[in-house]
C-alpha cells in the first residue's frame, strides 16, 4: 500500500511541475529536432548523385560510407513520379523506378528534381528500356517512342460515388446500423431503461462509425481525384491525386493478375472496381498495381480488352460449388452471428436488471435473429463463389460484403497448393491457391470439390512451363471500343 501511494505522489508531482513556463523548452527542442532532420536531408542530397550511361543508370550516395548502385534500364520495370502538397507549391517531384527482384526498400528514389526534369527523365528512361529491349529481342532498328493513348479519365461525380460506396464505409455503416438496433431493441426489451454503459457505448460508437466514414471518404477523394488511365506502347500509365500527384507506369507483360472487386451497394449499382497487379518488388504497392476505382459492370470487358491488349483478362463464366460446400456456407454464418449476438448479450446484461425469462428470451431472439440473417447470407456467398478455367486462364470468386474475383494467366502461375481440413475432407471438399509472383494475396477458393483443386494443383504448374505469347508490338485498340478515346 505504501508503495502504492509513494508511486501516485510521484506522479502528481511530475504532473503539477509541468506547466507553461516549460513550453518553450518544448518548442526550442522540436526546432532542434527539425533543424537537425533538414540538415540531414541537405547534407545527403548534397552527397547523391546519379549518373546516365548508355545501357544503364548509376547511383551514388552515402557520406561516410560512399553506396552505388546499377540499374540496367532493360531490366526497368515501373518509373513513377510523385508530388507532394509542398513540392506542387514549389514546382519539384520524385521519380522512383525498380527493376525485377528489387526489394522495396532498395527501389531508387529521385527527390528534389525540377519538375519538368522529372517527367522528362521519365519519358527518357521508358522510351530508353524499350529501344534496348527492342534491339535484344529482334535486332532490328529502334522506332521512336510511340504516343500516349488516353484510355478512361473519372468524372467528379464517378470518384465521390466510388469513396462513397467503398466496402471499409459499407462495414462501418453496417456496424452503426446495427448498433442502433441493438439500441433501440433494449429500450423495448428492457421496462426501466436500458444500462447506462449500453447507451454509452452504443451512442459513441455510431458517433466513431460516422466520423470513419467522412474520413475514408475524404482520403480516397484525396487519393483519386483527376484519376486519369493511358497507354504508351507496352506500358500502362495511371495519374491521380490532388494534394499529393502520382503517376504510375506499369508494364503489361509483367501484369501478373487482374481483380474485379465490388459489394453489395456497387452491385446493386452495377459497378465494380479493378485491380491490375504486376510482378513488382515487395513493399512497393503504389508501382505493383493499378486501381481503377469505379467501372460499369457492363463495360469491364471492354476496358480490358482495350487496356491490355488482349481479350484473355476478361472472366470466363464460374463454375458453381458442390452442394456440400453450400450446407457449410449456411452453417458457419449461422454460427457466426449467433456467437455474436450471444456475446453481445452477455457483455452488456447487466446482473440483476434482466430476468431469467427475459434472458431467455433474448438468447432465443439471438437464434431466430442468426437464423434469419445466416441463411440468407450464406446461400449468397455460395452463389457468388466459384472457378473456372479456359486455355489460357484460372479464375477465382468468392465473398458478399466483398466479392472479389481474380483472372490469372496460367503462364505466370508460381505454384499450386491445397489444403483441406478433417471437417472439408470428410464432404470431399478443399481449398485451392495458386501462387502469383508479386500479388498481395493468393487467388484462392475455399471448399472447392476436393477432385478439382488436386487437379488444378497438378496440372497448372506444368502448363506455367510455356512460355507466354508475347504482346503484339502494333496494337491499337479498335475504333468502336468507347475506352480507346476519352473526350
Not at 495519374?239 to 509483367?254: D, Q
Request: hydrophobic share 45%; with cysteine; proline share 7%.
Amino acid at each position: 500500500m505504501a508503495l502504492t501511494v509513494g508511486t501516485m505522489s510521484s506522479v502528481r508531482g511530475a504532473a503539477e511541475g509541468w506547466g507553461p513556463a516549460d513550453f518553450p523548452i518544448t518548442l526550442l527542442l522540436v526546432q532542434i529536432g527539425l533543424v537537425v532532420r533538414g540538415l540531414s536531408d541537405t547534407v545527403g542530397w548534397w552527397f547523391r548523385t546519379y549518373r546516365l550511361e548508355e545501357d544503364q543508370l548509376v547511383l551514388d550516395q552515402g557520406i561516410l560510407a560512399r553506396r552505388r548502385k546499377v540499374v540496367p534500364y532493360r531490366r526497368l520495370q515501373q518509373v513513377d513520379i510523385s508530388r507532394g502538397p509542398v513540392a506542387q507549391l514549389v514546382g519539384l517531384a520524385a521519380v522512383r523506378f525498380s527493376t525485377a527482384g528489387d526489394a522495396g526498400s532498395s527501389a531508387v528514389t529521385l527527390r528534389y528534381l525540377d519538375h519538368r526534369q522529372a517527367e522528362v527523365l521519365r519519358s527518357w528512361l521508358l522510351a530508353t528500356r524499350d529501344r534496348l529491349t527492342e534491339e535484344t529481342t529482334d535486332g532490328g532498328p529502334s522506332r521512336p517512342p510511340p504516343p500516349e493513348r488516353p484510355i478512361l479519365a473519372l468524372e467528379p461525380a464517378r470518384l465521390v460515388l466510388a469513396a462513397v460506396t467503398s466496402t471499409s464505409n459499407l462495414i462501418l455503416v453496417g456496424i452503426a446500423l446495427l448498433a442502433a438496433v441493438v439500441l433501440t431493441g433494449a429500450n423495448v426489451l428492457i421496462p426501466e431503461g436500458p444500462p447506462a454503459r449500453l447507451v454509452g457505448l452504443t451512442t459513441s460508437g455510431i458517433f466513431l462509425m460516422a466520423f470513419g466514414v467522412a474520413l475514408g471518404t475524404v482520403t480516397t477523394l484525396l487519393d483519386t481525384w483527376q484519376w486519369e488511365l493511358a497507354s504508351r506502347g507496352d506500358d500502362l500509365v495511371s495519374r491521380r491525386g490532388l494534394l499529393t500527384t502520382r503517376n504510375v507506369s506499369l508494364p503489361r507483360r509483367r501484369v501478373q493478375l487482374v481483380m474485379l472487386s465490388d459489394n453489395p451497394v456497387r452491385r446493386a449499382l452495377g459497378v465494380v472496381q479493378v485491380s491490375v497487379d504486376s510482378a513488382a518488388p515487395a513493399g512497393a504497392s503504389d508501382g505493383a498495381r493499378i486501381v481503377i476505382p469505379l467501372v460499369d459492370r457492363a463495360h469491364v470487358a471492354d476496358l480490358l480488352q482495350t487496356a491490355m491488349g488482349t481479350d484473355q483478362w476478361v472472366p470466363p463464366p464460374l463454375t458453381p460449388r458442390t452442394a456440400p460446400a453450400l450446407r457449410r456456407a449456411v452453417l458457419r454464418r449461422v454460427v457466426l452471428c449467433a456467437l455474436l449476438g450471444v456475446l453481445l448479450v452477455v457483455a452488456w446484461a447487466v446482473p440483476g436488471t434482466l430476468s431469467d425469462s427475459m434472458l431467455a428470451g433474448l438468447l432465443v431472439g439471438v437464434l431466430v435473429v442468426a437464423t434469419a440473417i445466416g441463411v440468407p447470407w450464406g446461400r449468397v456467398a455460395h452463389a457468388r463463389a466459384g472457378w473456372a478455367r479456359t486455355g489460357t486462364v484460372v479464375s477465382f470468386a468468392a465473398g458478399v460484403i466483398s466479392h472479389v474475383q481474380s483472372v490469372q494467366p496460367i503462364n505466370r502461375i508460381q505454384s499450386a497448393r491445397t489444403t483441406a481440413s478433417p471437417f472439408q475432407r470428410r464432404v470431399g471438399l478443399a481449398t485451392c491457391a495458386m501462387d502469383v509472383a508479386g500479388a498481395t494475396g493468393a487467388p484462392s477458393l475455399y471448399d472447392m470439390d476436393a477432385v478439382e483443386a488436386r487437379h488444378l494443383r497438378q496440372e497448372l504448374p506444368r502448363r506455367a512451363a510455356v512460355a507466354p505469347a508475347p504482346m503484339p508490338a502494333d496494337f491499337e485498340p479498335e475504333a468502336e471500343s468507347q475506352f480507346s478515346v476519352v473526350e
